[in-house]
């Protein structure tokens, strides 16, 4: 059993509370039991009670036994000194705050269902991938669908979170920050940390002076990335070399110790060399990108500003010196969407929420006309019957196994709470 089932128990009173007693044979009104905000300190704050004939307010410390109190040092302790209820599932011994005065206890093990346990144990059971794997099917699709749109928006507030650490970085440019993340995002899983420092270590007034030349810019995104250091025959490559060192010269920038870009067990046309180029076209074709994303309420328009091609060297090669069978480079649909999902609605969402202003219903429109994310974890929800019909709810279901599932945290996912529901 962990201390989360007691959490739970004491937040929606799943046990009979008409007689509840101390240990001590007081008796036990709840009037409120307090709020759960999870901080450090009390479980339970500003409860309201009925202890002995006498309404106290203040705060429920929980545990599993009596003695974690001692465990833990809560006697020494001055945020434990307003507790007036100690929760616990076996009382093993009496407890006191800080100036020795007793502290009242309520056990749970003895007034708590054998129904409500045995669903805590059947939820908590070692399965092959998520506790609930077996049972989640029996929760409604209106628990499912509300629980889904409240773990989308948890993942975009922690974007947001992110991205207002980087718009701090830029000195509050949003254009300088949209360009760092984009980079990010260009480099996928594998590039991604080093596209972001690549980006990072150049300033986008430069990329403003040298807009009308994209092959200036993509000497900077390469030479950046080390992939201008060597000698070669390749006179496209000489040609990036130059204007690099001209460009380093010019604005007097400092190349960055960062780690070599990879190119080890990636398809092709997400080689460093391809993904940069793009951006480079990108960033010589929409130079204000920042405020065309911000106006863009339909997918179709990102379409048409994000599909751009790699210069036209790279449509017959993906390395330097080394030519390949001709082939249009140009940014696809799904890797765009991706684009869409971890840049654009995150940009779009913490920009709104800066300037006091909500777009919700928009961001949900915008996601559920994107098709679903094609991974493993959204397979295997598919599998065990939850599905994802759209970007909106794949991005819901990451968040609900990153967080939720792996984590152990049923008690606190709506998915967990309802499978404990009486009568179910």
């Known amino acids: 059993m962990k201390e989360d089932f007691l959490h739970y128990l004491w937040k929606f009173k799943k046990f009979p509370t008409s007689n509840l007693q101390t240990t001590n044979h007081q008796s036990i009104t709840i009037i409120y ?25 203040g705060n429920v410390e929980i545990h599993l036994n009596a003695s974690d109190w001692y465990l833990h040092h809560h006697e020494k302790d001055d945020s434990y000194d307003n507790v007036i209820l100690h929760v616990v599932w076996h009382h093993n011994v009496d407890v006191y705050r800080k100036d020795n005065t007793a502290i009242p206890t309520l056990e749970l093990k003895n007034i708590v269902g054998q129904e409500t346990i045995s669903k805590y144990e059947s939820l908590i059971l070692p399965k092959t991938w998520i506790y609930c794997e077996n049972q989640i099917t029996q929760v409604s699709g209106f628990v499912v669908r509300n629980w889904k749109e409240r773990l989308f928006f948890e993942r975009l507030e922690r974007k947001a979170e992110l991205i207002q650490v980087v718009l701090h970085q830029t000195q509050n440019d949003w254009e300088a920050t949209l360009f760092c993340l984009l980079a990010k995002n260009f480099g996928l899983n594998t590039n991604g940390p080093v596209f972001y420092q690549i980006a ?3 300033p986008f007034s430069i990329l403003r002076k040298e807009s009308n030349a994209i092959e200036s810019i993509e000497a900077l995104l390469l030479g950046m990335a ?19 060192h001209y460009l380093v010269t010019k604005y007097q920038l400092e190349i960055p110790l960062i780690a070599p870009v990879q190119f080890f067990r990636l398809r092709p046309d997400n080689f460093p060399t391809i993904r940069l180029s793009q951006l480079a076209n990108l960033y ?13 309420n339909a ?29 249009a480079k140009s940014t696809t649909q799904s890797f765009i969407d991706l684009l869409i999902i971890n840049t654009i609605i995150p940009v779009q969402f913490a920009y709104a929420k800066n300037r006091g202003k909500e777009n919700i219903d928009g961001i949900i429109t915008l996601l559920e ?9 959204v397979e295997k929800f598919r599998t ?3 599905d994802a019909e759209n970007a909106f709810e794949s991005q819901s279901l990451l968040q609900l196994k990153n967080e939720y599932c792996n984590k152990g945290r049923c008690l606190e996912c709506a998915i967990g ?8």
């Open 284 to 296: 010589g074709t929409h130079l204000n990108l920042f405020s065309q994303i911000i106006e863009a």
């Open 299 to 327: 997918v179709k328009q990102l379409y048409r500003i994000f599909q751009v091609p790699a210069s036209p060297y790279w449509q017959s090669h993906y390395l330097f010196d080394h030519t390949s069978k001709a082939k």
């Open 200 to 202: 990072s270590a150049i």
């Open 33 to 57: 039991s307090g709020d759960y905000l999870q901080l450090a300190g009390p479980d339970f704050f500003n409860a309201q009670l009925n202890i002995g004939g006498q309404k106290w307010a």
């Open 226 to 244: 080390g992939l201008l250091r060597d000698e070669k025959e390749d006179v496209y490559f000489n040609n990036l070399q130059t204007r690099f």
């Open 369 to 377: 006309s994107i098709k679903s994310e094609q991974n493993s974890t």
């Open 417 to 424: 709470i309802d499978l404990l529901k009486e009568n179910k």
């Open 384 to 386: 065990i019957g939850i």
